[in-house]
């Protein structure tokens, strides 16, 4: 599917970010993301309401974050809730995050994952009731 196809099926806003593998030699970008299921409008209410789907991004020609989370991008120390999830006049995919910590005056820290490839593929990992 594209980015935008993406961003038509599935809505993110309150899910998580909770790890990401990027290879930059085959151009794809891995985001587990847990979903909350029972937000999506196909949702079958006869079914755990979260769970885990992997997001692979596929000839991945722009993946950029910002610099405040430089140091746990790739860890599991990444645990972070997703705000929204648009598309800008470019093309690419922007995950708009806050990462449950605080910056030195108490703030929330918020973050940005800027992503553009040419297809998406979202696998469904396991459902479960929190």
Known sequence: MTLTELRGKYYLHDSSVERIEYDAANKTLVLTIELCFWMQNWYDKTTPKNGLIAVTFEDVSVFEYDENISDK????????????AELDGDGCLHFFSVEYAYNSDGNDIYWNLKIKADNVEVEELERYNL
């Open 73 to 84: 991008i790739f860890s599991p120390e990444l645990d972070s809730e997703i705000w929204d």
